[in-house]
């Protein structure tokens, strides 16, 4: 079955930086657009960064300059490279695939941005 296992995030200094891996099974990973969305306290989840599967690339403007979202396809991969890192950054972050009109998601991992 389709699992979505993100990694990588922590309590980091605004700033400061960190590396997201969503290491993903059970489907043909290089055929479909993956994405990186955060929910934060209180809020609805919204999408971060999104990469299809040729590469291409987008951000929502609170993250565009800061974020870099990359995939490997040979390892079944998707990473979120955090830079300048700031309060409002705090949220879960979770891994997604849509695949037959279904979003598919990771369990999150928490990121903290905090002095």
């Known amino acids: 079955q389709v699992q979505l296992v993100e990694s990588g995030g922590g309590l980091v200094q605004p700033g400061g930086s960190l590396d997201l891996s969503c290491a993903a099974s059970?489907?043909?990973?290089?055929?479909?657009?993956m994405a990186w969305y955060r929910q934060a306290p209180g809020k609805q989840r919204e999408l971060a960064a999104g990469?299809?599967?040729?590469?291409?690339?987008n951000y929502a403007d609170s993250v565009k300059g800061r974020f870099t979202i990359s995939r490997d396809n040979a390892k079944n991969t998707v990473f979120l490279q955090m830079n300048s890192l700031k309060p409002e950054d705090t949220a879960i972050y979770y891994c997604?695939?849509?695949?037959?009109?279904?979003?598919?998601w990771g369990q999150g991992t928490q990121v903290t941005v905090s002095s």
């Open positions: 990469v299809t599967s040729g590469g291409r690339t």
């Open positions: 059970g489907f043909l990973f290089s055929i479909y657009p």
């Open positions: 997604n695939v849509k695949i037959n009109g279904a979003d598919r």
